[in-house]
Nanobody
Framework: QVRLVESGGGLVQPGGSLRLTCAASGNIVSISTMNWYRQAPGKQRELVTN???????NYADSVKGRFTISRDHRRNAVYLQMNSLEVEDTGVYYC?????????WGQGTRVTVDS
């Protein structure tokens, strides 16, 4: 069983920054691709970024240059640093990984970008 717990969401003005944390059980962040998804109101959940077990990263075009994913093996955590936030970044952000053919999700953390 993999447990994922997100934190760090909140209300921020456009142009501001937030750092999200995904705390994971065991050493999953070191051996599995870790994903950040988001779901905006009325929209489907979308992949924002991920980091593979070998450290490669991928970003959605909409967040390139603004968001950075990283991980801490010692703390079994994955981070999402979000800078230059836009109103369109508003949504619930979820940490996800797929392990042994099962999808694991956290409960999500809400990010609201509003002036």
């Amino acid at each position: 069983q993999v447990r994922l717990v997100e934190s760090g969401g909140g209300l921020v003005q456009p142009g501001g920054s937030l750092r999200l944390t995904c705390a994971a059980s065991g050493n999953i962040v070191s051996i599995s691709t870790m994903n950040w998804y988001r779901q905006a109101p009325g929209k489907q959940r979308e992949l924002v970024t991920n980091i593979t077990s070998d450290g490669s990263t991928n970003y959605a075009d909409s967040v390139k240059g603004r968001f950075t994913i990283s991980r801490d093996h010692r703390r079994n955590a994955v981070y999402l640093q979000m800078n230059s936030l836009e109103v369109e970044d508003t949504g619930v952000y979820y940490c996800n990984t797929r392990w042994k053919q099962r999808n694991f999700w956290g409960q999500g953390t809400r990010v609201t970008v509003d002036s």
